[in-house]
């Protein structure tokens, strides 16, 4: 079973604009909530993360959402430029245990001049 | 270089063949561990070392599937009897501490075809 959905495999925004990746849950359990951006033959790199206990966190044009009650995140990047053109994957983590990346299946940004 | 890095990046096998990939951490970090990352999909926890032990074992597939970390800090993740399902790429990361938030840094992976 998915604990982790991204439903959108692909995503394409005009240079400029707001990109909004989401990302829903089912685990209510997940204590920790992270953004990883990959680009080809690179291993995933952190972008940004968010507690449980809070609702918003930002970090210069990005910005992600907890809504917990929709068991639902968002990340927001804005303005988008060319180089935000990656694989965009979701990530929750418990607090016991080791500490694992539960992954989503990433949504595919596309960044257009 | 001051990342994890991963070799070989790219590996054929012939299905039946053992395969070993092998991760070098960051140095000192406390934290290691394995996903596999089929295609068109998210990575998926395979093991996690805390130094030189393994304490989760769960997200190994099968008992073909075998990781060691012997010093608390290079590790290997070894496949016996290659089957073709087996391909995808296999993404080491390691983090400093083992508490929860530290960023968990990857390497570049290595592709594992099985033919």
């Known amino acids: 079973d998915q604990q982790v959905k991204q439903n959108s495999p692909s995503l394409s925004v005009q240079e400029g604009r707001i990109s909004i990746l989401n990302c829903d849950y089912t685990?209510?359990?997940?204590?920790?909530f992270l953004w990883y951006k990959k680009y080809p033959a690179e291993g995933p790199t952190f972008l940004i993360s968010?507690?449980?206990?809070?609702d918003k966190n930002e970090d210069g044009r990005f910005t992600v959402f907890l809504n917990k009650s929709a068991k639902h995140l968002s990340l927001h990047i804005v303005p988008s430029q060319p180089g935000d053109s990656a694989v965009y994957f979701c990530?929750?983590?418990?607090?016991?245990?080791?500490?694992?990346?539960?992954f989503g299946q990433g949504t595919r940004l596309t960044i257009n001049p | 270089g001051a990342g994890v890095s991963q070799s070989p990046r790219y590996k054929v096998a012939k299905r039946g063949q053992d395969v070993a990939l092998r991760c070098d951490p960051i140095?000192?970090?406390?934290?290691l561990f394995w996903y596999q990352q089929a295609l068109g999909q998210g990575p998926e926890f395979l093991t996690y070392?805390?130094?030189?032990?393994?304490?989760?074992k769960s997200g190994l597939p099968s008992d073909r599937f075998f990781a060691e970390r012997p010093e608390g800090s290079v590790s290997t993740l070894k496949i016996q009897r290659t089957q073709q399902e087996d391909s995808a790429v296999y993404l080491c990361?390691?983090?400093?501490?083992?508490?929860?938030?530290?960023?968990?840094?990857f390497g570049p992976g290595t592709r594992l075809t099985v033919l």
């Open positions: 990361a390691s983090s400093a501490t083992a508490g929860l938030g530290n960023e968990q840094f």
């Open positions: 685990n209510s359990m997940f204590d920790y």
């Open positions: 968010i507690s449980s206990i809070k």
């Open positions: 990530a929750a983590i418990y607090i016991q245990g080791a500490q694992k990346l539960v």
């Open positions: 140095s000192g970090h406390v934290s």
């Open positions: 070392f805390q130094n030189e032990a393994q304490l989760d």
